[in-house]
């Protein structure tokens, strides 16, 4: 039971940085009604950023994340202006092909460069010893980062005159742009902070486990079981739906083969669409 029980905590910590992963999807979707291909690609761009930060600097990897999350402001204006604002309001097949488009560049691009060989960033932060089991500094932080960044982003939404926008377009673009919001500048900021949730979430994925190129598409499934046990446009949500989900692969990562999570995961993700269609954290239909 202790080994369990320890299992169930390196899951919660993990399960952080799935939430925070989740919630630049969730954001993007909920906001823009677009479904973000380009997710797992930005996470990858993420986890690349803080290899190549880290190898230049060799300071506290976790400090680096401020240059990260700027870096992945501007990446995602550029995808923004590029591939998503042509296709904004138009069939969401439009959407997924632009932004599957952009995806497949960088993982181009990425594999001509970095190839597919693993990577991993040399950092190691001290961690906890009790009993037998030992809680590794690294996941501590990365937890901990993403709570704080959960936070600030939910201050964001709710207590700034841009969050404000962002939530009154998602709410009623029409009725948003007629009290004078212009909704192109809030689309774009809006998309702009998804990938920049992403790209740092794959910061801190880089100092937890090795990753390659293409790392970023396990990220996305998560992040797509995440969003949906969430709600839409539910970022804070989407981060207490990503320690469920971590929690439930610590709990039962010591009974099967890590194999068969994958298939636990998805399953759990078809009983929430017909049990909760609209997300745990979503709004119920009235009768």
Known sequence: MSGVLASMIDGLLVGAVYGLAAMGLSLIWGVMDVINLTHGAMIAL??????????ATHINAYVLLLPTIGAGLVIGLVVYWMA?????????????????????????????????????VNFVLPGITIGAYTFTGNHMAAAISAVVIALALQFFLYRTRTGKAIRAV?????????????????????FAIGIALACTSGALVSTLFPFTILSGSVYQLKSFVVTILAGLGKPFGALVAGVLLGLLEGVVTPFIAVSWIPLIEFALFVVVLVAFPQGIFGKRASA
């Open 170 to 190: 998602a709410d009623n673009r029409e009725a948003a742009e007629l009290m004078g919001i212009s909704s192109t500048a809030v689309l774009s900021i809006a």
């Open 46 to 55: 993420g986890m690349f950023s803080m290899y190549l930060l880290f190898a």
């Open 84 to 120: 998503v604002h042509w296709v904004v309001g138009r069939s969401m097949l439009m959407s997924l092909l632009s932004t599957f488009a952009v995806n497949m560049m960088v993982i181009g691009i990425g594999t001509a460069v970095w190839s597919t060989s693993p990577y991993n």
